[in-house]
């Protein structure tokens, strides 16, 4: 599970707004997240074991609302 991050306090922390549909911009492009340097969304911020670095690249699945996988991403920790 990810930490809980402020909004108020990190402008990049995730803000869950519920599910996204497939033609959903996240962040918003008026957003501090959306117009800073990176571009490429919130922070969301996960603590993992120290086992995972001996498997890279860590996958991270994302499931659709019926918790089928997806998407994923290749994590180089």
Same mark, same amino acid.
């Given at each position: 599970?990810?930490?809980?991050?402020?909004?108020?306090?990190?402008?990049?922390?995730?803000?869950?707004?519920?599910?996204?549909?497939?033609?959903?911009?996240?962040?918003?492009?008026?957003?501090?997240?959306?117009?800073?340097? !990176?571009? $490429?969304?919130?922070? *969301?911020? @996960?603590? =993992?074991? &120290?086992? !995972?670095? $001996?498997?890279?690249? *860590?996958? @991270?699945? =994302?499931? &659709?609302?019926?918790?089928?996988?997806?998407?994923?991403?290749?994590?180089?920790?």
């Amino acid at each position: 599970m990810p930490f809980d991050l402020d909004p108020q306090i990190n402008t990049f922390a995730w803000n869950p707004t519920g599910l996204l549909n497939p033609d959903f911009v996240y962040p918003d492009v008026s957003s501090v997240a959306g117009t800073g340097p !990176v571009r $490429q969304g919130g922070e *969301l911020l @996960f603590k =993992i074991k &120290d086992s !995972v670095y $001996q498997n890279r690249p *860590l996958v @991270f699945e =994302i499931l &659709d609302a019926a918790g089928k996988p997806a998407a994923s991403v290749d994590l180089d920790l």
